[in-house]
């Protein structure tokens, strides 16, 4: 929700301050304003923040992304150059700092996977399988899931980072999706559809590259609309500026079609009491809490 002090804030900071630059002048671009997917140029608004932008949803393919919308030279200049030079989520850690987080194996940090491990087990994915960690940033999670068994490759699009997890945990890290291959038994993506300018490539993706039988896992910040009325602040502080698209159960069955789809929420860090994934047998659509901050969406192949 806009307020005074939370422009002030952003005020100190020089990215935010480019961002209301941006966002102003975008207005003034009609083709910024339409659907990044269908082109549709017609929305309807959920929320605003700021003052300058919007958060809409396209009726034709169910999308809710921010408008106006980065250019597509600004969204691949800015995840070379500037994304890693941001907080604990994006930088890249010290040589000691990657010392401690490897002899623990990330237990305890925020790069800590037990959860998303414990998932991928709790739908009884393949003992050894082929794993793509799609958006791997310096491997982190290739690492851990290597760790728990699988036969893990990561594919980043931040040249830097993906060179990073190369040098300094010897991980097999693609930086063009044209490198990864194909015949995985599981895809799996945190927190990075929605920084995707065409959120649907993911799934796209996942056609083209999952054996039959293998499963799209991705945790995301929920964006369901009924949400807004839960937690207004959290939900408008998970799109805007870095996440440019906001996923929700509407445009995961969308682009899931007529294959199987479960949908779960929990807060975050909340990943543990895994018996209702479990019974999913993959069949049919499964749809269990929707009214939590971060949102799983696993689709059958």
Not at 171 to 188: H, K, M, N, Q, R
Not at 207 to 216: I, V
Request: hydrophobic letters at 35%; charged letters at 25%; glycine letters at 8%.
């Amino acid at each position: 929700m806009f307020s005074v002090n939370n422009l002030t804030r952003k005020l100190t900071d020089r990215q935010a301050w480019l961002y209301i630059l941006r966002e102003c002048t975008g207005w003034l671009s009609p083709r910024l304003l339409d659907c990044p997917l269908c082109g549709k140029s017609a929305n309807i608004t959920v929320s605003r923040k700021a003052l300058v932008t919007r958060l809409v949803r396209c009726p034709e393919c169910r999308l809710l992304f921010r408008i106006p919308r980065d250019s597509a030279g600004y969204t691949d200049s800015f995840y070379q150059e500037e994304y890693s030079s941001g907080g604990m989520t994006t930088h890249l850690p010290s040589h000691a700092e990657l010392g401690r987080m490897i002899s623990g194996g990330f237990t305890g940090t925020e790069k800590d996977y037990s959860q998303r491990i414990a998932v991928l087990k709790s739908l009884r994915t393949v003992a050894g399988g082929r794993l793509l960690d799609f958006g791997a940033s310096w491997g982190y999670g290739t690492w851990q899931f290597r760790q728990a068994g699988f036969d893990a490759v990561g594919f980043e699009t931040s040249k830097p980072r993906a060179r990073f997890g190369r040098e300094h945990l010897k991980l097999p890290l693609f930086d063009t999706i044209e490198s990864v291959g194909a015949e995985y038994d599981v895809i799996f993506c945190a927190h990075v559809i929605e920084h995707m300018p065409r959120p649907s490539e993911l799934f796209y993706i996942a056609r083209h590259r999952l054996r039959k039988g293998g499963l799209l896992v991705a945790f995301m910040p929920n964006g369901t609309v009924r949400r807004l009325a839960i937690d207004r602040t959290l939900y408008n502080h998970s799109w805007g500026r870095l996440h440019p698209a906001y996923i929700d159960e509407e445009f995961c069955r969308r682009q899931a079609g007529d294959r199987p789809l479960l949908l779960d929420s929990r807060p975050y860090g909340g990943w543990k009491d895994l018996d209702a994934i479990a019974q999913w047998h993959r069949k049919s659509d499964l749809t269990l809490n929707l009214e939590n901050p971060e949102l799983l969406a696993v689709c059958a192949y």
